[in-house]
């Protein structure tokens, strides 16, 4: 059956998986959600548990993007997740204790998780200009406080038909995040720092976004503007992909009977991750309860408790910054799912314009039955990174943050059937390296790279080779601009040509 894509707002639009991929959001500002739901059996995990990663992604994706053939989707998978770009897999499982599992996913380019969807991103959407018969470039403009930003360029760089901008605060990135954009390489790229804070490049682009008369402008040049961030089906649905991996996985490794009950607990942002695993459990993956992880900033937390979703707070700039959020879009698509079009819409209006939205009753009990909200302060962080790693695992900043919610649910829990646990691992701890440091009581060099040589004589792990390899790459971009800028600088990028 075709699957086609509608709106968490409404209305009549109907997308192809590739045209949802290339559109990036719905023309009534919703977001793209399948119509249906594939449903994955005992059956199908027993087969998917024989096969290799790229084909169990390369099968998931086929159930949602219909219009692909599975040929195209395996060939991209391959590529996408191949020993050179995750050495040693995509997503392996080890060992916290007998309960508690950690799922790894940072081995690929850019060492945080978003390789897992970046990769084969690209690859889906260089797909869609062909089967839409797209003659304009895609150029894709991303505003990141730091991990979006890199693995976006990692994945796109030399697509063609695709170029690719990025922005970043010139002082809201870490030193080694900042090296990492300047370094970039590939013939499509480019990268700007900007004089403000991460709220004034992403208003920027929103701006440029909404702008018409630019818009136009671009078109002219054979242009047209598209997104990577969390919002795009294109980033959600390769991230279904490990969860049901990781069940096969741990059923291969005895962890789990086939069929048994699996919690779950990722450090969440922009709601994107834990929501991938949402689905997972709605198409059948055993799943028990979503453990939903903030840090300081835990409006999810209070929202999962309360029903009451208030972004009128303070916002705390913390040492897991990638979950320093306080609108998480993809939070949208739960509602969606529980309430349908219509009430979301009016959710969504209301957040809008009072920055707060109330659920339902009924919703809540919904909600309730699934995820469970917990958050980890900034002391509780450190000292997680301390303990964790005295018990043999080094974790990085948001890794931390999950573990502790993990290790006090596992405490907490009454439920005698309670089983296996799966913490996501986010990033790899040496793109965090002066707060792991820190964390573990040592003192922090100045410069990033001796921070990297730091954190190895200090734990005796070892260091990710794409980390190590930016030492001896030539800086491209060290240009800083002004936020106003901004357009002039697209405009200029996309002439350069
Ligand atoms: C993006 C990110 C998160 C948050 O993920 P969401 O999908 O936004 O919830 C957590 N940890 C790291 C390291 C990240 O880069």
Redesign the pocket.
Known sequence: MDMYYVSTRGGEEKKSAAEAIKQGIAENGGLFMPSSLPRITQEDLEKLAQMTYPQRAAHILSLFLTDYQYDELLADCEKAYAEDKFPGGPAPITDYSDKIKMLEL?HGPTC???DMALQIMPRMLARALEKTNEKRTALILVATS???GK?ALEGYKDVPGVQIQVFYPVDGVSNMQKRQMAVQEGENVCVCAIKGNFDDAQNGVKKIFGDTAFNQQLEQNGYFLSSAN?INWGRLCP?IVYYVSAYCDMVARGDLAMGEKLDVC???????????AFIAKQMGLPIGKLICASNRNNILTDFLRTGVYDKNRPFYATM?P??D?LI?S?LERLLYFLCGAEETAVYMKSLAENGKYEISKEIMAALSSHFIGAFCSEEETAATIKTAFEHGYLC????AVALKCALAYEKESTDKTAGKLLVVS??SPY?FAPSVLKALDQSIPENEFDSIDALIGATGTKAPKPLLCLKDKKIRFDQTIEADAMKNAVLSFTQSN
Do not use: C, R
């Not at 990722?266 to 991938?276: L, Q, R």
């Not at 990085?396 to 890794?399: K, P, Q, R």
């Open positions: 940072w945080a998780f978003k730091g991990d979006t693995a969390s991230q990722v450090p969440t942002g922009n709601f994107g991750n834990i929501f991938a897991s990638s979950m959020i998480s993809n990085d900043t948001h890794t986010t990033a793109k």
